[in-house]
């Protein structure tokens, strides 16, 4: 079994490269003809999901499945068109992230470097119950010319199987398009193969809840793209326009509770705790979110649940808000860097100073000032289908494009250069000078 | 042991979200007293230094260390004041690496996002025999904001204890520069203990031999930025003037033969075989490499060495070089592809296709057309001071400057806009703008 994966990765990687080098128009090609065949085989794609629909209903009746990952598996024809077929589409439609010249510097006469855009090469992606994501994630894949292993929840085998095979054969034959760039995985036992091969796949992706993610992060050498955790606070300065905050803070909690950019913790500063703690005490309750309170912001409503050490590090993913009071700028940076997940910050106020301090202090992959942190999302920041949202500290962080798939490598031209000249004695210099020059295989090539 | 340094990476972790902050005349004030406090305790550093030469000595006499590695431990007056106080001052002259906006969008009226490039945050530096590399690597990083751990080899600890204390006790109380931005670990268990905290370290940057990358890439998972070889291959393709291929070959092979750009196969194309083995036989019998010929060349040359097939895995980092004959273009790239390190690539050749294709088709760092592999190099490449060479495939690739040093935070700023307005009926549109603005905190703040 773990041979078997070890040679889908080896051939996954020589079709890396050959899909690296295909055009455009071949890519874009490719996507078109997944789409139409997801559209013309629909049915076959909703009679696997009826039988995986069939079998996931039996384990939710026994407790083995929750409800709201069933709700997640079921297909039905207006989502396919809508959601799957427009997705394929939509990825098609982005810019080629391939071949781009990111720099370039004459380093001598003659001697001219290009860093240019190029594919990582082998991603593996391990999702759960959403067979969209697997489409998804291998159309991202295709357009940015990475090969990919695919590997979804048993729940979902059936749809994923069918899934997998119309992407494969609408592409099997297409010019540029190689055999083996996709693999869909089945076996259960294949999740901790995949994630041993550290020396074969460059990047896993996690598409699932945070179970999932956590599992993955810690049984991996294999850098993992994802966060574990969204705990995002909105913090509420002295100098605050209360409206303001007040709408934000609906927006961040309710907009989508179970989103990864929802809020979890309101921090207020405690000039406009006596205001704003009784005025975000009655907007949640008209939306139905309930409230934890420190020992200050329930002093101030009189009763409430009491918030305990564990809710500065719960995400709860629900109508839940916790609300603490703070002394000021200062104790809510540390309070949001000791307790947040480095994911989104919002910071309400007036006030230049405090914004400008709190965009730089607070440590995290998106800072906000006066906005709700639902923005934080591919798609609001203008960057296109979403690979994921990182937490890393490396590569890429924040919401991520189809940048995120993509590394560099340095092209340099020379005419028969050798670096002993620029050493010793009589030494040459080096020019490096900035170019303002795209790198073009050679004309006529 | 495990929790000293725990504890010692979380006050690294607090000290980088301080030094970040500091402005650019704080980080070079910083890197100035560092080049006096070197210059002007040079003596205890030389006092230190003979310590371990002693000591390094006797265990050379016991084999127990490499003449080489004892080589590289040795300083002087000379190397502290050439290579050790220049190398400061240098990177001081570098652009400062903090705070550039990468991209700038409107995402709608008054909701402005940026990318600004951010400290990574907590490096851990793991190094043997030089005392140099302390240094060098510590100023890299507080001049990209960074805090550091740095633990090297104990044949060195009296070195490396008193070049630690000279940088923290030079910067100690300095304006920006917070306490235990950079920690100097000691003893001999504390390798793997850094190691494991994956946690709470963002990198990890290998500065050593072979054996030492390996061992650290093989035992974290945390991301190491390095690569563990360097077998790189000139192809002398069909088309090649071979009075440079020649030159070129030299050049990669004898400049400096254990650095990791050095080559270590050369594959010559059937066409050029006869008339360009001999030569490459000749010019490297009179630079006292000793070759290594696969079947198709030995038959050229009449006797010689036989490669076997562990030659093409195999970094000499000596004075010996393989030779293998390749049918074309394709093989040369398949073998490559296949027994390459994925470091650095050069073609010869005068035909603009067949360049064209290599540069394309080879999977590597770096691929050069008609120049010397030993061109691969950050001070070359005219990225300044050089953190190291990178053969992942995700953050940095190739020779690597500060800004591998780095990553990035999206700043957004609103006026109480929220998400909720962007969807369902009388849905606000997004702009997606592409600005060219700079972020800068607020005036005034």
Excluded at 132 to 140: H, R
Aim: proline share 3%; aromatic share 4%; with cysteine.
């Amino acid at each position: 079994m773990a041979d078997d994966i070890r040679a889908a990765t080896r051939t996954a990687r020589i079709a890396s490269r050959v899909l690296a080098q295909a055009s455009e128009s071949d890519w874009n090609a490719a996507l078109e003809a997944m789409a139409l065949a997801i559209e013309s085989r629909s049915d076959e794609i909703l009679a696997a999901n009826a039988a995986d629909m069939e079998a996931a209903d039996a384990l939710l009746a026994e407790g083995k499945l929750s409800q709201a990952l069933v709700d997640r598996m079921k297909l039905s024809d207006l989502k396919i068109a809508n959601a799957i077929v427009i997705g394929v589409r939509s990825v098609a439609g982005q810019p080629d992230p391939i071949g781009h010249t990111q720099a370039s510097t004459e380093l001598d006469k003659g001697l001219k470097l290009y860093r240019v855009s190029v594919p990582i090469g082998v991603i593996g992606v391990i999702f759960e119950s959403r067979p969209d994501a697997l489409v998804q994630i291998a159309t991202l894949c295709l357009k940015s010319g990475n090969a990919v292993l695919l590997k979804g929840g048993s729940e979902c085998r059936n749809t994923n199987r069918v899934l997998g095979q119309i992407l494969v054969e609408a592409t099997s034959g297409l010019p540029g398009i190689p055999e083996c760039w996709l693999h869909v995985l089945e076996a259960r036992e294949e999740v901790q193969a995949i994630l041993d091969l550290d020396d074969c796949i460059d990047l896993v992706i996690p598409r699932g809840g945070n179970e999932l993610v956590q599992h993955i992060m810690a049984n991996t050498k294999i850098p993992v793209m994802g966060h574990a955790d969204g705990i995002c606070h909105v913090y509420v300065d002295r100098w605050a326009d209360l409206e303001k905050a007040d709408r934000i803070v609906l927006d961040a909690k309710t907009d989508y509770p179970s989103a990864c950019n929802a809020v979890e913790t309101v921090l207020v500063h405690e000039s406009v705790a006596d205001e704003f703690v009784p005025k975000v005490q009655q907007t949640m309750a008209e939306a139905g979110v309930s409230l934890k309170y420190d020992a200050a912001s329930l002093d101030i409503v009189g009763e409430g649940d009491a918030a305990t050490d564990d809710d500065w590090s719960t995400e709860y993913l629900d109508m839940v808000l916790a609300v603490k009071v703070v002394r000021g700028l200062d104790e809510a940076v540390d309070h949001i860097n000791q307790f947040g997940s480095h994911h989104t910050e919002s910071i309400i106020t007036e006030d230049k100073a405090s914004a400008s301090k709190f965009l730089q202090a607070v440590d995290a992959a998106s800072v906000l000032h006066n906005a709700s942190t639902r923005f934080a999302d591919g798609f609001r920041y203008g960057l296109g289908a979403e690979v994921g949202i990182s937490t890393n500290r490396l590569h890429c962080r924040g919401p991520v494009g189809l940048e995120g798939l993509m590394i560099y490598k340095y092209v340099l031209k020379g005419d028969g250069h050798v670096a002993g000249d620029y050493q010793g004695d009589d030494a040459k210099a080096f020019t490096h000078e900035t170019l303002d020059e795209v790198w073009r295989p050679y004309s006529g090539a």
